[in-house]
Structure formats: structure tokens, C-alpha cells
């Protein structure tokens, strides 16, 4: 579990890790950047009262490198991750427990999203799975591309070569767990494990603007569509499926261009901006998706895309982050 100013909430993760049903656990807390004091002054009553927790503390910043330390350390013949500002129920470690045998590598789980701002839950279920097959593919993407909510056979990940790359700010767990589908297709899934990810907490990694974002969506559509060549389904399938990769890559390149503070030039912005809009192959994938259900957001990106117009999608994402912005203050 890596954490970096944590001190607020880390004590509610660590006192769900004690309580699960499965007790044959140890928990690696990786504290990392600066500024530690407070969040290890929380931890430590917890360390002297359960030898199954341990702490490394290192002065590099970043979820990626505090990762690697962790996994380079685990003892066990399993490991899943866990995020210092989330929650997981009792039943967690037991409930992917249930999923393993000799012949898995991976077990994958369905979640419970809590936003924050609203105080709302909803579950998201993991598709019954048997390696990489259809109902993988069209499963739920984030149920996928996150590290937690899993549980991965330690042989395995250290075989192939499983590691976060610290380059990235962004979608590393993606690029991470993706290179393992790939690396073995011992795959199974649960179907809910009592992980309880907090979407909207202010100053998560998902609310900012990262530099990555394209060369990582680049990464991830490369191993997509690896495992889509994995399938026994015929090309017609292959190629709606390549279509709505592509689609939702460059949907989610624009977005991360007007997340946080303003951080490229105008003139900077609107060129990455026409880059993606007047792809050929994006136009394609909007064409073939048209009459798919779609938000408001989609509505404008697809209506931009269609009709080559990057400084009205320019216009119209910043009007609509302004709005948001002081209606919030308001």
C-alpha cells in the first residue's frame, strides 16, 4: 500500500486490513516523498500492536517506484494492492481467495464505487471470465485497468517482469496489469470483493493534467489490441472491438488536456487538440459507434470529430470546466 500525505484517512484502510476474515496476511506499507512525519505517526501504534504489518519508508516520490519496492519485498505467494484512501469490507482477502487454484495466475474483482461528492455507491460487477475470452474483452474497462481489486500470483508477476513503470503519472496501473493478461492468460474473476474505491477525492491523480497521457493511451490501445487477437471470435467482432479502443483513447486524451490548472499554452493545446480530433482513424471509429449511448461529453467530442471543428471542442470543454468551476464556488 503505497502512501504519500495520508495521515487523514490512513488509519480507516489499515484497521479494514485487521479485521479480514482471511488472517494469513501481511500488509507492506510503502510511505514515500516528503513530508512523511505525520501519516508515520499515525501508522505506528498500528506496527507495534500486529507483527503482520511492516513499513518502508523511502524519500522518492510516486506510486509506481513505492509499488515495486512493495512487491520486491512481499514474502507471500500471492499479493494485491490497496489504496491508502479507500476502503475494503471484511471479506476482502477472502473473497479473492475463493478464485485461486493451481491453474490461475490472476483473479480479478468487481468493486463498489462511492463518490465522494454525493455520498453515493453503486456496484460494479466483473464479468464471469475464463482467460482472455469475449466477456473479458467487453468487460467493464476500469475493472481491468486498475492495480487493486486483484489478486496476482507472485511467481507470475515476478516471471513477467510485472513492475509499474515510474515514468508514467498516469495509467500505470493499466499498462501494468495489461502487460500481465498478456504474459499469462490464467485469468479468472469475482464478481464483487468488497473493495470500496472513493472516486472524487480532492487531489487524486485522476483529477490532474498529465504530460503521459497520449504515449500511455498509446501503450495501452498496443496491448488491447494483443489481447484482442487472443480472441476465438470472428473479424467482425475483432474490429468493433478495435474501433471502440481507439475511440475511447482519444476521447480520454482530449478530457486529460482540460483536467486541473492550465498547464499547456493555448497554442500548444489546440494543436494536440487538431492532432486528435482530425485523426482519420478517430472520425472512422466515431462514424461505426454512431447511435451508441453516449454522455453530453461524447455528444461534443463526437459532433467535433465529425465535422473537423478542434477549436469548438476547444471552446466548449473549457466553457463547460469554467462552469463547473465556479459553480462550485458558488
Known amino acids: 500500500m503505497p502512501c504519500w500525505k495520508a495521515e487523514n484517512y490512513i488509519s480507516d484502510i489499515v484497521n479494514d486490513v485487521t479485521k479480514q476474515t482471511y488472517e494469513n ?5 510503502v510511505s514515500n516523498g516528503s513530508g512523511q512525519a505525520p501519516q508515520l505517526e499515525v501508522i505506528r501504534p498500528f506496527l507495534s500492536a500486529d507483527n503482520r504489518l511492516r513499513v518502508i519508508s523511502t524519500e522518492i516520490p510516486g506510486v509506481s517506484n513505492a509499488r515495486n519496492l512493495g512487491m520486491a519485498s512481499a514474502t507471500g505467494d500471492w499479493l494485491t494492492f490497496v489504496d491508502a484512501d479507500d476502503r475494503i469490507k471484511d471479506c476482502y482477502l477472502e473473497s479473492l481467495a475463493e478464485g485461486t487454484t493451481d491453474s490461475v495466475d490472476i483473479v480479478i474483482g468487481g468493486y463498489t464505487a462511492h463518490l465522494v461528492e454525493s455520498n453515493s455507491y453503486s456496484n460494479i460487477q466483473a464479468s ?28 507470475a508477476l515476478r516471471n513477467g517482469g510485472g513492475v509499474f513503470d515510474d515514468h508514467l503519472t498516469i495509467s500505470e496501473d493499466a499498462v501494468f496489469c495489461y502487460s500481465l493478461y498478456c504474459y499469462t492468460q490464467n485469468i479468472v474473476s469475482i464478481p464483487l470483493t468488497g473493495y470500496i474505491y472513493n472516486f472524487g477525492n480532492p487531489g487524486s491523480a485522476l483529477s490532474k493534467f498529465h504530460e503521459c497521457s497520449e504515449l500511455a493511451e498509446s501503450i495501452i490501445c498496443d496491448f488491447e489490441r494483443k ?3 487472443m480472441v476465438d471470435a470472428d473479424n467482425e467482432w475483432k474490429n468493433m472491438n478495435y474501433v471502440r479502443v481507439r475511440y475511447m483513447s482519444a476521447y480520454f486524451t482530449i478530457c486529460n488536456f482540460f483536467k486541473g490548472r492550465k498547464i499547456l499554452s493555448y497554442r500548444r493545446l ?9 485523426n482519420s482513424d478517430v472520425k472512422a471509429a466515431v462514424i461505426a459507434r454512431k447511435g451508441s449511448p453516449c454522455n453530453i461529453n461524447l455528444k461534443i467530442f463526437n459532433f467535433c470529430v465529425l465535422h473537423n471543428t478542434p477549436y469548438t471542442l476547444y471552446l466548449i470543454f473549457t466553457a463547460r470546466k469554467l462552469w463547473k468551476k465556479f459553480s462550485k464556488k458558488g
Open 227 to 229: 489481447m484482442i487477437d
Open 25 to 29: 496476511w501481511e500488509l507492506i506499507i
Open 128 to 155: 464471469k471470465v475464463s482467460g482472455i475470452d469475449k466477456n473479458f474483452i467487453e468487460m467493464f474497462d476500469m475493472i481491468k485497468k486498475v492495480a487493486w481489486g486483484k489478486l496476482f500470483r507472485i511467481s
Open 270 to 278: 489546440k494543436k494536440r487538440i487538431k492532432r486528435t480530433v482530425n
